[in-house]
């Protein structure tokens, strides 16, 4: 499966966003979707995480609250609303995804998108 994330940019803080991922070459109901980032400076971390039928979440809980993670399998999407946004929420948001549930962890993940760039300014 092939994924393009899109819809980051510059926001100030309180501000919000919403990345969209789409998905293309194989069946995106096939697919655990998830969300990490990668701030400067840092790993990449685990953000968000949303079942094959979109019926379970789940999410750092540096973001619990705030974010909201859902799919579209018609339209093979998943999203990411960012809310209440935080200078540290900068980073590089990427989609991935995963045949298996339960995982936090990168490697669990078999296919990941190019990013999308999130400033968010204080």
């Known amino acids: 499966v092939q994924l393009q994330a899109s819809g980051g940019g510059l926001v100030q803080a309180g501000g919000f966003l919403r990345l969209s991922c789409a998905a293309s070459?194989?069946?995106?109901?096939?697919?655990?979707m998830g969300w990490f980032r990668q701030a400067p400076g840092k790993e990449r971390e685990f953000v968000a995480a949303?079942?094959?039928?979109?019926?379970?979440?789940y999410y750092a809980d540096s973001v619990k609250g705030r974010f909201t993670i859902s799919r579209d399998n018609a339209k093979n999407t998943v999203y990411l609303q960012l809310n209440s946004l935080k200078p540290e929420d900068t980073a590089i948001y990427y989609c991935?995804?995963?045949?298996?549930?339960?995982?936090?962890?990168?490697?669990?993940?078999?296919?990941w998108g190019h990013g999308t760039q999130v400033t968010v300014s204080s």
């Open positions: 070459g194989s069946t995106f109901s096939n697919y655990v």
């Open positions: 949303i079942s094959w039928g979109g019926d379970t979440t």
């Open positions: 991935a995804a995963s045949i298996r549930w339960g995982s936090r962890r990168e490697a669990a993940y078999e296919y």
